[in-house]
């Protein structure tokens, strides 16, 4: 199999050849990435010359107004889903929050919906709070000591009365992937519908959300090399079912209908230069173009591949290591390279301490405070989380594991 060109997508991205970021290795990329150049460019483009009303007769306009669309149109063809099933908001959290709104306008008192205690908050608080509206809340729980979900405790939870199953494709601390499809399958053999926050897995891969089978997918795109945004998508089905949580007179139009949040015009349209990355790592290593999907899929599986040689000299390392718990799994495989650690001192003074030796990571409970809780980890004291993606350098892993050598 072709193997990724470590060069050709370093240059891709501004911030390996910005002098006040030299010397420093990133390894917070599960807070959020590094933007490639293509969405840097269009961005600044778009202030620069579009930044007008879109969508009105002049050019300017109308260039915005395109710019936007062609986002849309085009990420969606790669996620594997029909346009109009892909939107935009401020933020995953602000999407599942007005999700959850709708929700409730759909749902009676006595349904049921699963939330898991492994999410981030992002997929969990907010259907939670349906309680108060008689909303029956079922919990599926992780296992104390791996922090993985058993779709074998999915099934007791499930029967008529749940319409809807929340959960994660990966979590932004055990790193573990979910198997989506079999999942959505239970759920949907049920009678339910899922709802699969895909934040902390988009950026290792786009995924085929129609192959998923997820009818809800949400995913951030400021962790997938773009601006800061949510993207959704509300497969047609639901969409169509869901009350209309935007202006009355919008109601018909499917960018709008869950996103009652003006969109910001430009960041919107910078989404676009997310597609031209994938479409530039394709072309380089694969030669020209092909369907969307297909690029997105071949990308996907090159950036997977190039994660898993990453991560297996740091799980080596750890391996050597009886006085630190990781959280996931001990093998590369089937997991991405968000490395969790509980070590003697609070996470966010080992983060403290590794930002001196010019690694920069993050400590704390990232969200998942439930998830902390049900592992017996004190939020607290939270986790040393070490995350990375396709473009980390070999030789800053070593970086990584050296300097985490010198302060734990
Ligand atoms: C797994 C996961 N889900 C949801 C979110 C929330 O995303 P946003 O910041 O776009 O609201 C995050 C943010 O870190 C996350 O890691």
């Known amino acids: 199999m072709t193997a990724l060109d470590l060069d050709f997508v370093r240059a891709q991205f501004p911030a390996f050849a910005e002098p006040s970021l030299a010397g ?5 990329n599960a807070g959020g990435s590094y933007p490639c150049r293509q969405v840097v460019d269009r961005l ?32 969606a ?22 999700l959850a709104q ?5 749902l009676s008192p006595g349904d049921a919906i699963v939330v898991t205690d492994q999410d981030h908050e992002a997929n969990s608080g907010v259907w939670r709070r349906l309680a108060a509206d008689g909303i029956e809340l079922r919990e599926w729980r992780v296992g104390a000591a791996s922090g993985a979900l058993d779709p074998a405790a999915l099934g007791p939870l499930l029967d008529g ?6 959960f994660p494709h990966c979590s932004n601390i055990v790193g573990q992937v979910n198997d989506v499809a079999s999942i959505s399958a239970m759920a949907h053999a049920a009678g339910a519908v899922t709802c699969v926050d895909g934040v902390s897995y988009a950026p290792h891969g786009l995924p085929d959300v129609g192959a998923l089978g997820a009818d809800l997918y949400l995913f951030s795109t400021y962790k997938t090399y773009g ?3 949510g ?3 509300v497969r047609r089905a639901l969409l169509d079912a869901l009350p209309n949580q935007g202006h009355w007179f919008n109601a018909s139009s499917t960018a709008k209908r869950l996103t009652p949040a003006g969109p910001d015009h430009a960041q919107v349209a910078a989404c676009a230069g997310i597609a031209d990355y994938v479409e530039a790592v394709h072309a380089h290593h694969f030669g020209g173009t092909a369907e969307p999907r297909t690029m997105a899929a071949r990308v996907h599986d090159l950036q997977r591949a190039q994660e898993t040689r990453l991560l297996a000299p740091l799980l080596d390392w750890l391996a050597a ?8 799994p001990r093998r590369p495989e089937g997991r991405v390279p968000t490395v969790s650690l509980v070590c003697a001192r609070p996470g966010e003074a080992v983060a403290a301490a590794l930002a001196g030796h010019g690694i920069m990571a993050g400590g704390g409970h990232f969200y998942a405070v439930r998830l902390l809780q049900a592992l017996g980890i004190d939020p607290e004291h939270g986790v040393l989380r070490l995350s990375f993606v396709h473009y980390t350098h070999p030789d800053e892993v070593a970086r990584a594991v050296a300097a985490l050598d010198a302060v734990l």
């Open 44 to 75: 600044t483009r778009f202030y620069r010359s579009r930044k007008v009303q879109p969508y009105a007769p002049y050019a300017a306009s109308r260039l915005g107004g395109a710019e936007m669309d062609e986002a849309r149109e085009r990420l």
């Open 231 to 233: 993207a959704m998508v």
């Open 321 to 328: 290591r009886n006085d630190l718990r990781l959280v996931g």
């Open 102 to 106: 709708a929700f409730r306008g759909m």
């Open 161 to 166: 009365r749940v319409r809807l199953v929340c």
């Open 24 to 28: 420093q290795a990133f390894f917070e």
């Open 227 to 229: 601006p800061h945004q």
């Open 77 to 98: 063809a790669m996620l594997g889903v029909g346009t109009d099933e892909l939107s935009f908001g401020p933020s995953t959290s602000a999407n599942s929050y007005v």
